[in-house]
């Protein structure tokens, strides 16, 4: 019998962190809910999140090559053909983000909580076949900027606060197989569903009670399928017995996302639509990354990944943050980035050296330019991962402690420089479920 | 057990993730400040008023009951600027528990005794007003205010100084011994119909008093032995309002008087604020506070309130707020949130709706005046909504 019901808890962890999620995915902000981050997410339909382990996390976000047999990541399905025991992830993230631009005489500082992601994975044949179903966000809609005023009629003076704000973003839920074909090659494709509303708050308040709240929301709703098709090469034995480099290539095909924009009026459950549905689409672009890794014993891992998005190429009949097709507004741009990291685990694949010995030590770094380009500017962003990965009494439960610290943008040009930091709390169990009875 | 913590631990962090805060500021306007819309005043001026009339109720049940009515109005008065009027009062009675054996010693007085709280005209007036016994069976709910109940013969005259803050109407000692069973009868509701107050023709300018009937203020019918006093409180009430030409209301006013089933309605045009977020709504009514209030001993009290109705495309119109004239300026409405929330309503289905009216309480009967002004020449010296909207139309 195994010493850890991992079902039973796993199911446990599964529908908390789902009930965690829902907000996240709501597409109305609930009234006093604050949960804010970077400006930058206005644009498109919201900041990209791109998770892909814990692991790859703190390695700056390489994942196409990254290979584990506790660490099923998302990007790479042909990775999931690693599988030797049925996993399952569920993490939540913390962020803080300062802000500032040349004009606003403070910051701007905004917390918000996320729920990174859920995976269960099982190995239908260990090391050769893999299925994975797993929900992600795939993009993130979450600032919100104040503008106070001042009005005077005929009984009253006020103050007031026009506060902009955005909510809501993409989610992602996708199931696959992951194949090794022979020793070196393995390949893997998984279908995509992805939903969400993406939603523009106008909010006005004002200090005089004589005055009520308005709220005026502009939702975007879209859902759509998409592909992602991934392959992967390893070879082994290049400097020593026990080393392997593998090169994984991944795409996600582009897709036609199908909605509704509506403009509503008033509080979340008590909303009068101002005017006509209007249907239309948005046509996310291709996503293409590769990366490398090298694996020395147990005791050294390296990963590189780059990744491209040709948003320059996003269209949509439905205006979104800086993109209105009616209006000849595009601030979109292709989307770059290239990251890194290193890890580190003392003990090698002993399993009697002492907790400290058999933690995980991870650092990384990535760089990336944004989607977007207000005011023609490209807007970059530098960061720093990194964290650890403990063991547990339990073979095969991690429990990974990850941090990013990083900056975006500039204040030049009408920008905002976010310097941001990042905590992410993540856990990871494997556990053998089907095992065959023996009998002798 | 380690496992079981990790999974308690990643529980209470994923529910305190989302209890996140922010600093909010100006920071990133650059970006985003081509959507930002100000909140901005709209005045709307109405664009037609006109007089409507609508079915007077002054009948009703004193103290607080079903459909209440507080005052009963009493007297005659000529006044050329809004117009003659007279009012006659129906007051009836309800038995209170009689004392042990106060029905075995004859009754030796009765009064009606009556709390002045309200007066409109000459308050010098001697007002002569005559009392008769009311023989008609009547009901205070549903009755026409041009009603007039049949009567007896004239019972007594008491007359009242205009000012005068109690009115006893004693009855004669006849009719007193007439009725003396029907006081401690068991039957005594259905028996009594109550009694009829009217003023013959009154000289000079006259004047109508109202009198408060809540037992609270001390209108009762008081009903003595030689050994008790018991006071029978007013329960069903009734003031027949007539109304006499009005004479011609100087330029660019409309002058209003309570008691006739008179009110205003009031069309507006939402061009230019249909669809906005509507943050604050007040109505409100400019008046000329020199054709209200007193002239010497003559007194035209101006409406504290008036009640703001809105009339649905369909359907009778409904209540919203009412309208104060407090203070000095217009009239206006001061508590704004159900206005405020109808007329959100209204901007996002102006269909659905015809018009503003205004009307009179219907408790307590008065005779209170509103003289409007209604010139047209700025939006100030005409009725209006005054708007505060969020941005602009699309």
């Known amino acids: 019998m195994s010493p850890f019901p991992l079902a039973g808890r796993a199911l446990l962890v599964l529908v908390l962190a789902a009930t965690a999620t829902v907000p996240a995915s709501a597409p109305v902000r609930a009234q006093g809910q604050n949960n804010y981050g970077s400006i930058y997410s206005r644009y498109g339909l919201g900041e990209r999140i791109d998770f892909g382990s814990s692991q790859a996390e703190m390695l700056g976000g390489a994942q196409t090559a990254l290979r584990s047999t506790l660490y099923n990541g998302f990007a790479n399905p042909a990775l999931w053909a690693d599988q030797q025991v049925t996993t399952f992830s569920a993490g939540v993230g913390l962020s803080g983000v300062r802000s500032t631009d040349a004009t606003a005489d403070g910051a701007s500082r905004a917390t918000a909580g996320d729920v990174v992601g859920l995976q269960l994975g099982v190995p239908l044949l260990p090391s050769r076949l893999g299925l994975t179903v797993a929900y992600r966000p795939y993009s993130r809609v979450n600032y919100r900027t104040s503008i106070p005023g001042t009005l005077v009629t005929e009984d009253d003076t006020t103050d007031f606060a026009l506060n902009q704000e955005g909510g809501g973003g993409l989610q992602r839920i996708y199931g696959g197989l992951g194949l090794r074909i022979g020793s070196a090659v393995q390949v893997g494709a998984s279908a995509d569903v992805i939903f969400g509303t993406v939603e523009y708050l106008q909010r006005t308040t004002f200090d005089a009670p004589a005055f009520r709240e308005t709220r005026q929301a502009r939702g975007t709703r879209l859902r759509g399928v998409t592909g992602t098709f991934g392959a992967a090469v390893t070879a082994r034995s290049l400097t020593s017995d026990d080393d392997a480099l593998t090169v994984g290539l991944a795409f996600t095909l582009p897709t ?52 491209y998005e040709p948003w320059s190429s996003f269209e949509s009949t439905l205006p979104v943050g800086g993109y209105d097709e009616s209006a000849g507004v595009d601030d979109l741009r292709d989307r770059v980035r290239v990251g890194g990291g290193v890890e580190l685990v003392p003990a090698g694949r002993s399993r009697n050296a002492g907790f400290i010995a058999r933690a995980s030590y991870r650092l990384g770094a990535y760089g990336e330019r944004g989607l977007y380009a207000p005011t023609d500017q490209s807007v970059s962003t530098v960061a720093l991962t990194g ?25 030049q040009n009408a920008l905002v420089r976010d310097v941001f930091a990042r905590g992410t709390l993540t856990l990871n169990f494997g556990e053998r479920w089907f095992i065959r009875r023996r009998i002798d | 057990m380690r496992v079981s913590a990790l999974v308690q631990a990643t529980a209470g ?11 909010p500021s100006t920071v990133g306007l650059g970006l985003i400040d081509d959507d930002a819309s100000n909140p901005n005043v709209r005045v709307l001026a109405a664009t037609s008023v006109d007089t409507v009339g609508f079915d007077l109720v002054t009948s009703g049940l004193a103290d607080l009951a079903t459909p209440t009515q507080a005052r009963v109005l009493v007297g005659s008065v000529l006044d050329a ?95 007193v011994a007439a009725n003396d069973s029907l006081f401690t009868s068991t039957a005594f509701a259905s028996s009594f119909e109550g009694f009829e107050l009217r003023t013959p023709t009154v000289p000079g300018a006259g004047a109508v008093v109202g009198f408060n009937v809540a037992a609270a203020s001390g209108s009762v019918l008081r009903v003595a032995t030689a050994r008790d006093t018991v006071s029978f409180r007013l329960s069903e009430v009734f003031s027949r309002v007539t109304r006499g030409a009005a004479g011609l209301a100087p330029m660019g006013r409309r002058l209003l008087r309570a008691g006739v089933g008179e009110g205003l309605r009031f069309v507006f045009d939402y061009t ?30 101006l409406a504290s309130e008036v009640a703001l109705f809105v009339r649905p495309r369909t359907g009778d119109p409904l209540f919203v707020t009412t309208v104060r004239t407090v203070g000095t300026g217009d009239a206006r409405t001061v508590s704004n949130s159900s206005l405020t929330s109808l007329v959100q309503s209204l901007l996002l289905d102006a269909a659905s709706y015809r018009d503003f009216q205004v009307r009179f309480p219907t408790t307590p009967v008065s005779l209170d005046v509103l003289p409007l002004v209604i010139d047209g020449a700025t939006p100030a010296t005409q009725p209006r909504l005054s708007l505060t909207v969020v941005g602009q139309p699309t």
């Open chain 1, 387 to 411: 964290g650890v990965s403990l063991p547990n009494r339990v073979s095969g439960a991690r429990f990974d402690l990850g941090f990013e610290v990083g900056t975006r943008g500039t204040t």
């Open chain 1, 256 to 307: 036609r996302l199908t909605g509704t924009r509506t403009v509503t009026l008033g509080e979340s459950l008590d909303r009068d639509t101002l005017a006509a549905e209007i249907s239309g689409s948005s046509t996310l672009p291709l996503l293409a990354r590769g990366g490398v890794s090298y694996r020395s014993g147990g005791r050294w891992t390296a990963a590189l990944d780059a990744l």
């Open chain 2, 13 to 23: 962090l994923a529910l305190l993730a989302l209890s996140a805060c922010q600093d």
């Open chain 2, 81 to 175: 600027l809004y117009g003659d009027a007279t009012a006659t009062a129906y007051v009836d009675a309800i038995a209170p528990t009689l004392p042990s054996g106060f029905g075995d010693r004859p009754v030796t007085r009765v009064t009606l005794e009556l709390r002045r709280d309200y007066v409109y005209g000459d308050t010098t007036t001697a007002l002569p007003v005559e009392l008769r016994q009311v023989t008609a069976t009547w009901s205070p709910t549903g009755l026409p205010a041009d009603t007039t109940l049949a009567t007896g013969e004239l019972l007594t005259t008491t007359t009242m100084t205009a000012s005068d803050t109690l009115a006893v109407f004693t009855l004669p000692a006849t009719w």
């Open chain 2, 272 to 301: 230019g604020v249909l669809q906005l977020p509507l943050a604050q709504a007040v109505f409100r009514l400019p008046i000329d506070r020199t054709l209200a209030g007193p002239t010497g001993a003559f007194v035209r009290p």
